[in-house]
């Protein structure tokens, strides 16, 4: 690719033209020139990235919504097979234990009480003593 050059006067102020004196081998450019055109094509590739906005958001949100969305398909299958494995367990107890209804209605409103408290982290052991006075 060639690059044809021309001159052009460029007029700076001496605090820009120190900072060009002082980074363009910072930055392994053989010549001031070298480095004024890379911070020429970096500041105005800033500028399109700021006018990308409509672009990037609407990409951005296309892929995240890919994403979650398998998230949420993969969620929502575990979720089902966990309520299937604790419906089996529920109807299990029901028909091996004698619970009064009363007693039924205690036992949830001591659980979500605890739910509530240990933020859904629920403890075996925790629940045996509770159930067998151990504390």
Avoid at 1 to 23: F, G, I, S, Y
Avoid at 44 to 60: C, F, I, K, M
Avoid at 104 to 112: A, E, G, Q
Wanted: charged share 30%; hydrophobic share 35%.
């Amino acid at each position: 690719m060639n690059k044809n050059k021309d001159r052009h006067t460029v007029w700076l102020t001496d605090e820009a033209w120190d900072k060009v004196k002082d980074h363009y081998r910072t930055d392994n450019c053989s010549t001031q020139n070298e480095y004024i055109e890379k911070a020429i094509q970096f500041y105005s590739g800033y500028l399109d990235a700021e006018q990308a906005d409509s672009y990037l958001p609407r990409v951005l949100a296309e892929v995240l919504e890919g994403k979650l969305g398998a998230l949420g398909g993969r969620i929502g299958k575990l979720l089902f097979k966990l309520s299937t494995e604790e419906a089996i367990m529920a109807q299990i107890v029901a028909y091996g234990f004698n619970v009064d209804l009363d007693t039924l209605k205690k036992v949830r409103v001591n659980c979500i009480k605890d739910i509530k408290e240990t933020n859904g982290e629920v403890d075996f052991e925790a629940a045996y003593k509770y159930q067998k006075r151990l504390d």
